[in-house]
Nanobody
């Protein structure tokens, strides 16, 4: 069973940068579509960035385009989210997500097979 654990969440000022990490264990990440999904207070979960098992960007939130980057290191079983020019609206719990099925290629909530417990990012204005 694949297990995911996020880290790196913090309080940061608007305009700052932060890198989140997701460590996978139990199985290799190879073959999984992976992504970062966030949930802000009082809002539904939103896919931030998602990449396919082959590393192709398949889904992203318009609000993070050109500021956030997702990367994966299958050899190290790690996933990263690099966030720059952070805005207060980025405040949320950020979850690492993994999907094996083809339907999960865009990290659609209904097809995600594995979730981490999340890491909290707070962006102060």
């Amino acid at each position: 069973q694949l297990q995911l654990k996020e880290s790196g969440g913090a309080l940061v000022q608007a305009g700052g940068s932060l890198r989140l990490s997701c460590a996978a264990s139990g199985r290799t990440l190879e073959g999984y579509h992976i992504g970062w999904v966030r949930q802000a207070p009082g809002k539904e979960r939103e896919v931030v960035l998602c990449i396919s098992s082959l590393g192709r960007l398949t889904n992203y939130a318009d609000s993070v385009k050109d500021r956030f980057t997702i990367s994966r290191d299958d050899a190290q079983n790690m996933v990263y989210l690099q966030m720059t020019d952070l805005k207060p609206e980025a405040t949320a719990v950020y979850y690492c997500a993994a999907a094996e099925r083809l339907g999960g290629i865009t990290c659609d909530n209904d097809f995600v097979d594995n979730w981490g417990k999340g890491t909290l990012v707070i962006v102060s204005s």
